[in-house]
Nanobody, 117 residues
Framework: VQLVESGGGLVQAGGTLRLTCTTPRSIGSINVMGWYRQAPGKERELVATMTSGGLTNYADSVKGRFNISRDNAKNTVYLQMNSLKPEETAVYYC????????????WGQGTQVTVSS
């Protein structure tokens, strides 16, 4: 599954960004799509996920500020990020899980998000 992210950039603390992840595959056929991030020197962590049935899951740190959504017609998943904090500076990756027990995982190339204080 090919995943292409866009929408990263530089934003001031408190600002907003919307990330986009597009795939040529029908996202309705993908079990789970999600966003993860990795800051320098840290492990990659979950930000938000959405199942093919529309169930969402968020990291506690982003609840109430971030929103994951999708447009099936465009095979696109979005991550709306509001009230961004400097510590959320990271490379954000799109992820797709397919197959039995979500054993097949695919990653995009990542998009840099930098939040200045």
């Amino acid at each position: 599954v090919q995943l292409v992210e866009s929408g990263g950039g530089l934003v001031q603390a408190g600002g907003t960004l919307r990330l986009t992840c597009t795939t040529p595959r029908s996202i309705g056929s993908i079990n789970v799509m999600g966003w993860y991030r990795q800051a320098p020197g840290k492990e990659r962590e979950l930000v938000a996920t959405m199942t093919s049935g529309g169930l969402t899951n968020y990291a506690d740190s982003v609840k109430g500020r971030f929103n994951i959504s999708r447009d099936n017609a465009k095979n696109t998943v979005y991550l709306q990020m509001n009230s961004l904090k400097p510590e959320e500076t990271a490379v954000y990756y799109c992820n797709a899980k397919t197959g039995f027990a979500n054993l097949n995982a695919y990653w995009g190339q990542g998009t840099q998000v930098t939040v200045s204080s």
